[in-house]
């Protein structure tokens, strides 16, 4: 058996022994959720979340988040929108939405609609945090891939979305004008 960072590896192929992983054990520390307070979206969430879309994107956008908020509280039977809090106040919100399908697949999908930090919480792991609870949260109910689109021309939104593991998907979205 040979021995590297503490983990015993079979010599041989032919060897029938599993990896001892416990010699080394690896510890992470907690998940941004355990440090980041996360719950579901709320009513009342509407006027934190608009003050915070508003300070990132830099456009009023009040028609489309309080469509979306309505959508996830009274037309969704699947409720995966999340909101961040530190010290009681929301500083992060992530709105998405289960499809039991799309584009010819079968298999519940996510849709990542949108997704916001407080300019003052940036770097503090918020947007993180967000993430980790809505992928638990989808994986409990077995939803196996989450969807988005980014534009091209926000390279911070891009870094974050990589680094937390989303990739360009090997779909590529068509758009036409319609007349």
């Known amino acids: 058996m040979a021995k590297r960072s503490g983990i015993s590896i079979?010599?041989?192929?032919g060897d029938a022994q599993e990896v001892d992983y416990s010699a080394d054990p690896v510890d992470s520390g907690p998940l941004p959720r355990?440090?980041?307070p996360i719950?579901?979206?709320?009513?009342?969430?509407?006027?934190?979340?608009?003050a915070i879309d508003r300070e990132t994107t830099g456009r009023d956008r009040s028609a489309y988040l309080q469509a979306k908020v309505?959508?996830?509280?009274?037309?969704?039977?699947v409720r995966v929108s999340l909101v961040a809090e530190i010290?009681?106040?929301?500083v992060g919100f992530v709105m998405a939405r289960v499809e039991l399908g799309d584009f010819g697949h079968t298999d519940p999908t996510a849709e990542l609609d949108t997704i916001g930090v407080a300019p003052d919480c940036k770097g503090q792991g918020v947007g993180r945090a967000l993430l980790s609870q809505l992928i638990a949260n989808l994986s409990a109910l077995r939803v196996e891939?989450?969807?988005?689109?980014?534009?091209w021309d926000d390279p911070q939104l891009l870094l974050f979305?990589?680094?937390c593991?989303?990739?360009?998907?090997?779909?590529?979205?068509?758009?036409r004008a319609v007349d």
Do not use: K, W, Y
């Not at 719950?39 to 608009?50: E, K, P, Y």
């Open 145 to 151: 891939r989450i969807l988005t689109e980014v534009s």
């Open 34 to 36: 355990d440090r980041i």
């Open 10 to 13: 079979p010599e041989r192929v």
């Open 165 to 175: 593991g989303f990739h360009p998907s090997s779909c590529l979205p068509f758009e």
């Open 161 to 163: 979305l990589a680094r």
């Open 70 to 77: 309505n959508e996830a509280l009274n037309e969704s039977d």
């Open 39 to 50: 719950r579901g979206i709320r009513a009342g969430d509407l006027r934190a979340l608009l």
């Open 87 to 90: 010290d009681g106040r929301v």
